[in-house]
Nanobody, 127 residues
Framework: QVQLVESGGGSVQAGGSLRLSCAAS????????MGWFRQAPGKEREGLAT???????TYADSVKGRFTISRDNAQKTLYLQMNSLKPEDTAMYYC?????????????????????WGQGTQVTVSS
């Protein structure tokens, strides 16, 4: 059974940084695509970034250049480094996974393609 646990959220002022982590209990972690998503109150869940088991990444335009997704396959941990945070980045942040056999991850816009989800960690950015 796959379990994902996010951590690292908190409150920060605009312009600040946070690093989110997602610890996975997956036997074959490198065989999974991983992604970061967020959902603000009253809004749909938004895909932010994905990373294949081999380390290839994609980013949504809203976070490109500010956020960096990475993974440590040995530690079975996913990361999201968030810099230059803005008040509009305030949301619950989730990590998610789907099986991967090569090629690209499912597009970050396709939240339904991700089979496993964490419980989320709250990020609040104040102006």
């Amino acid at each position: 059974q796959v379990q994902l646990v996010e951590s690292g959220g908190g409150s920060v002022q605009a312009g600040g940084s946070l690093r989110l982590s997602c610890a996975a209990s997956i036997n074959t972690y490198s065989m999974y695509c991983m992604g970061w998503f967020r959902q603000a109150p009253g809004k749909e869940r938004e895909g932010l970034a994905t990373i294949t088991g081999g380390g290839s990444t994609t980013y949504a335009d809203s976070v490109k250049g500010r956020f960096t997704i990475s993974r440590d396959n040995a530690q079975k941990t996913l990361y999201l480094q968030m810099n230059s945070l803005k008040p509009e980045d305030t949301a619950m942040y989730y990590c998610a996974a789907h099986g991967w056999i090569g090629g690209d991850c499912a597009n970050y816009r396709l939240t339904g393609a991700y089979d496993y989800w964490g419980q989320g960690t709250q990020v609040t950015v104040s102006s």
